[in-house]
Each structure stands twice: as C-alpha cells, then as structure tokens.
C-alpha cells in the first residue's frame, strides 16, 4: 500500500550488502562460548557440505499457505516439545508428536471448516535462549542448559562442545526421514488420529464436538469442500526451530538462483530475547528466502515493530512474516490493541499468531515453572478479542506440547493442582501442554475462530477473508 511505501522511504531499512556472514558485523546474544574454537569451524564447514535438510521448493510452498493464513483463508498450527532431545530421536517419541499435531488438526479443521498449515517444532529444535549464561548447582557454576545441540542437561557435560551441532544436524535428518515415511505410510489417514481421550466422550462442553469429529473420520467426504483428498489429513508437515545459533544457521543456508535459504528448516523465529533491531539476528533473517516469525512480548512498542516490518519484509510479501504475540493474559487487552492497530494502519501484510505459553509461565514455590491452563485460555480468547476488535485476523496459534500425559502445566479437564506437577515433569526447559490440555485448547480455539469469522461477516468494514 501507498501507506507502507511511505513509511519505507522514512524508515531504517539497511542499506548495507547482506551474505549469509554480514550478521557478524553486528552485536550477537545468544551465543554460546566454544574454547575450542578450530574445532567449531571444523564443525560448520562439515555442515555446510552436507546435503540440505528440506527444499527450496518445499519453502517457497509454506509461504503461500502461510499467504493464505494472511487472508483468512487457512489457519496455522505450531507446535511441540519447547526444547527437543536427542535421546527422543526414536520411533515412538516422533510419531507421538506427529500424532498430537495432526490430532488437534482434525479438530480444527472439523470445526472451523477451514484448511490448517501444520507446522512442528520439531527436526531441529535442539536449542533455547536463557536468562542467564550459568547456573549455580551444588555450590558451584556452571553453564546453563542451552539444548542438546550446545551442551548436555547433565550437569557434569555442561561445556558447550561443537560436535554435537554435527549430531543435530544428522538428529534433524533422522527425524524428518521418519516423519516423512510415517505421513507416507498412513499416519495422516484420518482413521489413524481419530481416538480421543474417554473424558472427551463424557464431558457435557465436549461430547458433541468429539462426537461430530469422530464422524467425519468415519465419512471424511464431509470435509470434501476443506481439504482436495479428504480421506487424507495432511500430505505435509512443515518444520521449524528458533534460529538462535547463527553460525549453524549459516552453515545451513544455500544459494539457489538467485536467493539465499536456509535449508536446515522450513521456517524459523526469532525470539524475545535476539530481536533487537541493530542486533545480528535481524540482520541474518532479513537475507533468508523463507518465512520467518518474530516473537513479541508485552514490553514491545509499536514503532519498534514498524521498524521491524520494514526491515525484514521491506517488499511487503504475503505470507513472509509472521508476528508471534505473547503478551501474558494479564496485559493483551491494555498493550496489544497499539500494536496491532500501528501494524494495519501501516498497511503491511502479516501472519499473526498467538503464543499463549510464555508470557504466562509462574515459578511454584519449589522452584519449578509451570502454566495454569486457565491463563492460556484467556490470553489466547483476549488476543482473538483484539483482533476482532482491530477488524483483523488472527491466524493461528504457537504452542508448547506432548502427547506425553505430564504434569508440567496446572488445571484443565485433567485438572492437575500445583502440588502435582512434579509428578510427571518431563521438560528438559519450560512446561508443555499434555495430550487432553492440548485437545481443549484446539476445540476452544475452534469457538474462538467461529466466533471471530461471524464478527468479520458481520462487518463489511473489517479486513476481508
């Protein structure tokens, strides 16, 4: 739009040449301390001659749905484990995920009648951003656990070692290998991922919902009109990780014709913590073809995320941003409408997401995060009530999860009490959602959509779907 234009001549997008290095001329967070540094190159150059994890082709396909979640014609779903383990890398852990993936899917797809981008944190989420380098442990220091690509959880293998970036490159590639021969073999088959939790069956708000999803699996003609092959759930399952250790990211980026991917993902985001605007991770992700996410928290301002359009989508390409909200339920109704409005009224063109984990995690008294499942819920209904108000569309959610019947998030039908949640805590980081807080979240997701697409029809004023 003429808006976004204008706003392009005034703003500070960089002039400077990128490469796939030019991040190294900026200040870089995030970044763990190698001593042995000929090691790390030996590493990186290694990586860089493997072959590439997906496709150019693949890529270049998620944008265009991703487009399409842009809109109103799709939705978007993202999710997994908050920090993947290599010990995970195994038949049963992997097809669980795929499994609770394409589960709440299904759910969303029967009650939206809308097609769902899947998109899995997964084949290459081996790394996480902490608070702080170390950590005191028995009296002494020690670095923090910053992913089984940098170090291990146990605390006596802290130091970051460069060869494990080499196991998760090839983790990466075992586990896509498999997904992809799972998918192909009839995991997304609708039969396959239509068993549901018994209290879904028996519970008063869900019977009938479950009841009208377990039919279309039984007569999946009925989604004729939502997906081309509705027998079929889902051909694709794209991947994705926080782009955080930037000389792997390099060593995963390719030239084809002329434009530059990085290969080892479909999609990347750049959180919290390493999107500051004169920093290196803005300056890597603004040269990559793919689509990629930013994570916003409640401190952000709106001229900050104007400035962070302009410089990583400066042509206003549909389906190459995504702004990832995560405000905390307390502070979306008073600090998201500015942003939200600021970003329309500058005429860009962006996927919004909500994640409604991370601005909601608590510390119990024992010392162990956890998120009450009530505070999910509100944040997510509170930013779909922004948007609807903002006369705009939010396309989907980003959420922390396992089939895994843990204990690491509070309440829900499961109804887990705080005192209850050291029982299963299976997290190497911060708390997932379990198999049934995971399948309520998406049949509440889905009257949330329902709710917003009667709002947009209702109104001819608002953004088109």
């Known amino acids: 739009s003429t808006r976004f234009e204008g706003l392009l001549a005034h703003g500070c997008a960089r002039m400077e040449p990128w490469s796939p290095s030019s991040w190294r001329r900026r200040p870089v967070q995030q970044q763990p301390t190698y001593r042995d540094t000929a090691h790390l190159a030996s590493v990186l150059a290694q990586i860089q001659s493997l072959p590439p994890l997906v496709l150019p082709q693949e890529v270049d396909q998620l944008r265009e749905h991703l487009a399409d979640v842009a809109r109103g014609k799709k939705l978007i779903l993202q999710g997994g484990d908050c920090a993947e383990a290599f010990v995970d890398c195994a038949l049963g852990p992997i097809e669980s995920k795929l499994t609770m993936l394409l589960r709440m899917s299904m759910v969303l797809m029967c009650g939206t009648h809308l097609p769902v981008v899947r998109v899995a944190r997964m084949a290459g989420q081996y790394m996480k951003p902490r608070s702080k380098a170390t950590e005191t442990h028995e009296g002494r220091q020690v670095c923090a656990y910053r992913g089984d690509s940098i170090n291990s959880f146990d605390v006596a293998d802290r130091e970051p070692d460069p060869q494990r970036l080499l196991q998760a490159y090839f983790y990466s590639a075992a586990t896509l290998n498999l997904s992809r021969s799972l998918l192909a073999c009839g995991l997304g088959k609708m039969e396959s991922v239509s068993q549901f939790p018994t209290v879904f069956h028996e519970h008063d708000d869900y019977a009938d919902a479950t009841a009208r999803v377990v039919q279309v699996a039984m007569e999946p003609s009925l989604l004729a009109h939502v997906h081309a092959e509705p027998e079929t759930l889902v051909q694709d399952v794209y991947t994705s990780h926080e782009g955080l250790l930037l000389a792997f990211e390099e060593a995963l980026t390719r030239r084809v014709s002329n434009k530059y991917y990085n290969l080892g993902a479909h999609f990347l985001w750049i959180g919290e913590r390493t999107r500051d ?180 029809e209702a109104s001819p004023s608002l953004t088109p779907l």
């Open 277 to 456: 605007l004169d920093g290196a991770h803005l300056e890597y992700f603004r040269g990559i073809a793919n689509p990629i996410g930013v994570k916003l928290g409640a401190g952000v301002q709106a001229d900050e995320v104007i400035a962070l359009i302009k410089l990583l989508n400066p042509d206003n390409i549909p389906g190459r941003l995504m702004l990832i909200t995560r405000f905390g339920a307390r502070n979306v109704l008073d600090k998201l409408p500015v942003i939200v409005k600021a970003v329309r009224d500058s005429g860009a063109v962006v996927v919004w997401q909500c994640d409604p984990m991370h601005g909601n995690t608590v510390v119990l008294d024992s010392g162990i995060k956890t998120r009450h499942f009530p505070d999910i819920m509100s944040e997510l209904e509170r930013t779909f009530e922004v948007h609807q108000q903002c006369g705009t569309w939010l396309g989907g959610i980003h959420v922390e999860l396992t089939e895994n019947d843990v204990t690491e998030c509070t309440g829900g039908l499961c109804d887990i009490r705080a005192h209850e949640v050291p029982v299963r805590y299976e997290s190497f980081c911060d708390p997932r959602l379990n198999r049934e807080q995971s399948l309520q979240l998406a049949f509440f997701t889905n009257d949330l959509v329902q709710r917003a697409r009667q709002t947009h």
